[in-house]
């Protein structure tokens, strides 16, 4: 977080309709902070915290406000971070359906929610499914259309064994890539706003790049930095890397290291690494993403991904993007690192670059009562924008 005395400090206010789901709504707050530059105007700066609605643990932070209909941000430092205050909708939630699309063959698992307005798809990690959002359809589902896909390989869609395809990988970004595009065209039948986590957000950029009139928009939720990238190591570690990928690709240490990793205990542990309050840990979530990896075929598909240092990375596919795209950070992520996300801020696509505050790697899931409205007043926003011009 900035300085009060930053060279890069605005002031930025944005007012946005939201769906009338929300305006049953009595009140409801979020303590912000958001990210650009100069300095604040005096008259703000010498706002009174009381006054001012802002939590003093925050000083000369912003504030968001949904209520009456709309989602109001004012602005004054240098990062955008949200801590929600809510009175919860209790609205009835919408139903949620399981199903089967065949892709190119393959059986695909997806869940869908909601009647009406924008289209949404939703876009799991590693290692994940489509049960991983499942704390944000319903509630977006009430005034959205909703899908939740298992990329080819995860889940409960098929898991073809990767050495039938040669020499060619066949789990990449552009296959998954090409999954959501088909998705959209053949199930959705629309266009839609991606939103994703971890490198589900990497495969949302690059569809967003191999066609894009069927984006709208991208939320990115702890995007993967892709650390293990071999762009990203150096060139004496190189050969190494590539030897060991080998060896758990093609030998029976790779098997028995997912073995070791395939258990609830792992699982657990993996999770409360990258979750920042263990309590979100639960005996649901644990099961939720261990079952589909017992899968016949998770093993192979796990060992081929872990060993994929290729591909795209999100700051070469960031400034090809034509779409809108709003990037939000668990601050507390142990593995993608948000200084490193910061700097997503300086490409032109990217319109705000949000901090979660105690929010670790999967933020849907942890802290869902703060994603799901961010997620709302982005789509608003575009979808009014994009009525506008037609």
């Excluded at 209909?69 to 004012?74: E, K, L, N, R």
């Excluded at 020499?167 to 959209?184: K, L």
Aim: proline content about 8%; charged content about 20%.
């Amino acid at each position: 977080m900035a300085s009060a005395s930053s060279p890069s400090l605005q002031l930025r206010s944005l007012e946005l309709p939201l769906p009338p789901s929300h305006r049953r709504r009595t009140h409801s707050s979020i303590t912000s902070f958001v990210s650009h530059s100069s300095n604040p105007p005096s008259s703000m700066a010498k706002t009174p915290l009381r006054q001012s609605g802002v939590s003093p643990q925050f000083p000369l932070s912003s504030r968001l406000e949904l209520g009456n209909g709309f989602f109001t941000a004012h602005s004054l430092l240098n990062d955008f971070s949200v801590e929600d205050n809510r009175v919860e909708d209790d609205s009835p939630t919408a139903e949620v359906k399981s199903c089967v699309w065949n892709w190119r063959g393959y059986s695909i698992r997806y869940q869908c929610s909601g009647n009406g307005g924008p289209a949404l798809v939703l876009i799991h990690g590693f290692g994940a499914n489509s049960d991983h959002w499942r704390k944000n359809i319903p509630v977006l589902a009430k005034s959205h259309r909703v899908y939740s896909i298992d990329l080819i390989g995860y889940g409960y869609s098929d898991k073809p064994n990767p050495h039938e395809f040669g020499g060619d990988p066949f789990y990449t970004f552009e296959t998954w890539a090409a999954q959501i595009i088909d998705f959209c065209h053949e199930v959705v039948k629309d266009r839609a706003f991606f939103i994703c986590n971890s490198i589900g957000g990497v495969v949302g950029l690059q569809a967003a790049i191999m066609e894009p009139d069927i984006c709208r928009g991208i939320v990115l939720l702890n995007i993967s930095l892709r650390m293990l990238h071999i762009k990203k190591q150096p060139w004496y570690g190189r050969p190494l890397i590539r030897s060991f990928q080998n060896l758990l690709r093609n030998t029976a240490i790779g098997k028995f290291f997912f073995r070791a990793v395939a258990t609830p205990e792992s699982v657990r542990s993996i999770l409360c690494q990258c979750y920042h309050d263990p309590s979100q840990v639960t005996d649901e979530l644990v099961e939720k993403i261990l079952q589909p990896g017992l899968e016949p075929g998770a093993a192979d598909v796990f060992l081929e991904f872990i060993c994929y240092s290729g591909g795209p990375l999100p700051e070469e596919l960031l400034p090809q993007v034509k779409c809108p795209v709003l990037v939000a950070w668990g601050d507390k992520d142990p593995w993608e690192p948000i200084e490193l996300g910061r700097e997503f801020r300086n490409f032109d696509s990217v319109e705000d670059f949000v901090v979660l505050p105690n929010v670790g790697h999967c933020p849907q899931d942890e802290a869902p009562q703060l994603v799901n409205p961010l997620v709302e007043s982005f789509v608003a926003r575009h979808d009014i924008s994009f009525a506008a011009t037609t």
